[in-house]
């Protein structure tokens, strides 16, 4: 272990067993020996044995309670869902978050976001309506940011960033399926399309391949001649 990490330790051992007299502990003769000693070789071997990690989520080193602010969360989040993610994935949900959660939650600690702050971030930004009174997010985009939040502190709970998870008495909000109806075209409706726009080679080429090969639009602006 390197002597800067033992300096830390033993600092934080020190902050440790000085905190104590808050908590009305008096130690004495030996028992300060003993004592110190015990905490000193806890702090010491706890990276050895993979809890100093658990500890340091209790005190840091300078004795203070060790804050998580919810940006840091996301930050240590998107980093691990982008080794097993696709790039386009990440761009997706990076827009999410930086639109529509960190605006509300950034600079607070995740421990102190309970439920009710997650039920006026749904009817701020979720269930916010425009001038005519009507919801400016559809139903399927609501649902979609809902699960971004929920994923944000379910890894949280899972990483031990938090030991309650808010996110799981919240109601759920937003659909999977979009209520709209689509029109199905026969192949004459197909054929008669195609013909009225023959004229534009592009826009004529363009249809051709999503109609004949049913690849999504994303995948037809991705493509080359190559």
Known sequence: ???????????????????????????????????????????????????????????????????????????????QRGHKSKLSTMTTKESIINNYILPEFKGKDIREIHKRDLMRWQSKYLFAKNENGERKLKDTYIKTINCQLRAIFNFAKMSDFIEYNPVTDLEAVGKKNSDRKYIVWSADDMKLFLSSISDYEDAYLAFNILLYTGIRKGELLALTLS
Do not use: W
């Open 1 to 79: 272990m390197e002597q800067q990490q033992i300096s830390a330790l033993v600092n934080a051992q020190r902050a440790f067993f000085e905190s104590g007299k808050t908590l009305g502990f008096r130690f004495i003769g030996l028992g300060v020996s003993f004592v110190s000693y015990v905490l000193l070789t806890f702090f010491l071997t706890a990276p050895i044995f993979g809890i100093y990690g658990m500890v340091n989520q209790v005190v840091s080193l300078d004795g203070k309670e060790r804050e998580y602010q919810f940006e840091e969360v996301v930050k240590f989040y998107l980093e």
